[in-house]
């Protein structure tokens, strides 16, 4: 069952100001969960996912903890 749906985009660096993309596989890593859990989102405008799914996205802070659903 997928639990997660990774949103692959662009970041600004605050460390030295470069813009990175971050793929989905490097968000599952960061996020430490298996890609056969997650959903890719591949287009601006997705299509609906199930409700209780997570959306994991780049940060710029580093904190890639998967959130809970009262943090979402």
Known sequence: MKKYVLCPDYIISTTDGDRHFISAPQLAQLYGVSMAECYVRR???PRTYPKEIT?????Q???YIV???ELQ
């Open 43 to 45: 287009d601006p405008h």
């Open 55 to 59: 959306y994991l996205y780049p940060r």
């Open 61 to 63: 802070d580093g904190n």
């Open 67 to 69: 959130p809970t659903k």
